[in-house]
């Protein structure tokens, strides 16, 4: 319970176009193993750009029906909050 994993480049191992399809069981193994409270998602963009657009990698996540709403916010940056106890303000 005192580690965390980077989840990122998800995009980059696909075998597929966008939106990725073929990388949802895989990364299911990875939610199941470490929870969600543990995984902390990016796009690798500094590897990424080659394969994919940034919208691509960002929208991949954001529009899968393959994550609750729950699930995706902590994915994408709920867990990076409570990791570095971080409390973002609103703009």
């Known amino acids: 319970r005192n580690a965390v994993i980077k989840v990122s480049g998800a995009c980059t191992l696909s075998r597929e176009p966008y939106p990725f399809p073929d990388v ?33 990698a960002v929208e991949a996540f954001r529009q899968t029906d ?19 106890r971080w409390s973002p303000k609103n703009a």
């Open 24 to 56: 949802w069981d895989p990364l299911a193994r990875v939610f199941d193993a470490w929870g969600f409270e543990r995984c902390l998602w990016g796009t690798d963009w500094t590897r990424a750009f080659a394969v994919v657009n940034y919208e691509q």
């Open 66 to 84: 393959r994550l609750s709403d729950r699930e995706r916010a902590m994915l994408m940056g709920g867990a990076c909050a409570k990791v570095y």
